[in-house]
T-cell receptor, first 112, second 118 residues
Framework: ELKVEQNPLFLSMQEGKNYTIYCNYS?????LYWYRQDPGKSLESLFV?????AVKQEGRLMASLDTKARLSTLHITAAVHDLSATYFC????????????FGKGTKLSVKP | GAVVSQHPSWVICKSGTSVKIECRSL??????MFWYRQFPKQSLMLMAT?????????EQGVEKDKFLINHASLTLSTLTVTSAHPEDSSFYIC??????????????FGQGTRLTVV
């Protein structure tokens, strides 16, 4: 079964700095997802990465996928306080159902 | 993207009572819906897969007699927590795909239901 490991689990950073969250997965996954979750809220879809070498950017966030290394990254550029949230990566479980397997999440805190 | 609507957003119930949570796909048909549970400061864990017109598939450790799932139509799945106990207090989130897993479809999530059992 697919396993998804995310690190770091906690990230405290200053505004204006850059950082990367890493997501390793154990077996083939057709897609890799990145979500944002604010306290008490559900998941907000950030990126869906479909193929090797895929790179997507939205604002200060950029996600990439390396299927050969089974690694996805979420890069934060010039962080701002509004980015403070918990970020999850998720891969698709094998088989015909298509449920997602989530990493443990990275709690990001951006301080002034 | 497609919209998944979950209701209620939060519910407080007494221990021993039952609570029903609805999950609707508003603008697409979903033959399969998923129910996840998230305890505080933890990740999402799949509880069960809901299949329209057939029995749900439960993950190991999830009591099927306690968490009743009904997927009676292509746009509605319900999760009923029976004889709720305080340890069932959690954030329940449903998800649906806008098509089969292959072929460029995506998983969409409902707003979640915060269940508190007192």
């Amino acid at each position: 079964e697919l396993k998804v490991e995310q690190n770091p689990l906690f990230l405290s950073m200053q505004e204006g700095k850059n950082y990367t969250i890493y997501c390793n997965y154990s077996t083939t996954s057709d897609r890799l997802y990145w979500y944002r979750q604010d306290p008490g809220k559900s998941l907000e879809s950030l990126f869906v990465l479909l193929s090797n070498g895929a790179v997507k950017q939205e604002g200060r966030l950029m996600a990439s996928l390396d299927t050969k290394a089974r690694l996805s990254t979420l890069h934060i550029t010039a962080a701002v306080h509004d980015l403070s949230a918990t970020y999850f990566c998720a891969g698709e479980n094998g088989g015909s159902q298509g449920n997602l397997i989530f990493g443990k999440g990275t709690k990001l805190s951006v301080k002034p | 993207g497609a919209v998944v609507s979950q209701h209620p957003s939060w519910v407080i119930c007494k221990s021993g009572t039952s609570v029903k949570i609805e999950c609707r796909s508003l603008d697409f048909q979903a033959t399969t819906m998923f129910w996840y549970r998230q305890f505080p400061k933890q990740s999402l864990m799949l509880m069960a897969t809901s299949n329209e017109g057939s029995k749900a598939t439960y993950e190991q450790g999830v009591e099927k007699d306690k968490f009743l799932i009904n997927h009676a139509s292509l746009t509605l799945s319900t999760l009923t927590v029976t004889s709720a106990h305080p340890e069932d207090s959690s954030f329940y989130i449903c998800s649906a795909r806008d098509g089969p897993p292959t072929g460029g479809t995506e998983a969409f999530f409902g707003q979640g239901t915060r269940l508190t059992v007192v």
